[in-house]
């Protein structure tokens, strides 16, 4: 199992390799320049605080790095941290016996991909077909799914809807009763979709962009 103390490490290493400081490497990701400040790895009460997967999907984009180089920065032992996540093409996800009714994967039918362990059990990993999503997301691209992951406003998300379609967007908005979804190609219109017309909606944690 990781240590707390290899993970923050190897942001720290990231960190250094690229000559930035940990704050540098939060900034330069987008995130809040405390991030990754040692005073933030422990809340005030003693609890162990862990970098988001999200996070450490942000600090790669921005530097290039891959997810074998930050692997290698935990250590030896790092491939046995891989673990196996269902994998379904975005095309697919649609036909029915692949989600059960809360957006958890079901069935059979899915392949597997090897991934650094994600927090979430149920994550599961979609590949693009398409230029539905470009920019954003370009065909063969894989993203990685978060169903109990806390869905916020501007987070990518993956919805489907009770009719069987399935969208990869932006949340734009949620109300009592519709779901407002921010299209990812300017190309395709935005998307508002009533709550009883949704079946779930579940926010993206990284891609492989």
Do not use: C
């Not at 400040?37 to 999907?57: F, H, Q, Y």
């Not at 600090?59 to 673990?83: C, E, K």
């Not at 994550?123 to 370009?138: F, H, T, V």
């Amino acid at each position: 199992m990781l240590s707390h103390a290899q993970v923050w490490t190897a942001i720290d290493q990231l960190a250094e390799r690229f000559g930035m400081s940990p704050s540098g490497l939060a900034k330069k990701a987008g995130l809040d320049p405390t991030t990754f400040n040692k005073s933030k790895r422990k809340s005030p009460d003693g609890r162990l605080r862990w970098p988001s997967t999200e996070s450490i999907a942000k600090i790669l984009d921005a530097t290039g790095a891959s997810i074998d180089l930050f692997m290698s920065m935990l250590g030896p032992n790092a491939p046995a941290h891989r673990r196996p996540l269902p994998l379904i093409g975005l095309a697919q996800a649609g036909d029915g016996g692949f989600f059960d009714d809360g957006g958890f994967p079901a069935g059979a039918g899915w392949d597997e991909i090897e991934f650094p362990a994600v927090a979430d059990p149920h994550a599961y990993a979609l590949e693009i077909s398409g230029d539905s999503m470009m920019p954003a997301y370009r065909d063969g691209d894989i993203v990685i799914v978060s169903p109990g992951a806390p869905v916020r406003r501007g987070d990518r998300v993956v919805a489907k809807t009770v009719a069987g379609e399935v969208l990869a967007k932006e949340l734009k908005r949620q109300t009592a009763k519709t779901v407002e979804l921010r299209s990812l190609n300017p190309a395709h219109p935005d998307r508002t979709i009533p709550l009883n017309e949704l079946r779930w909606i579940a926010r993206i944690v990284w891609s492989s962009q």
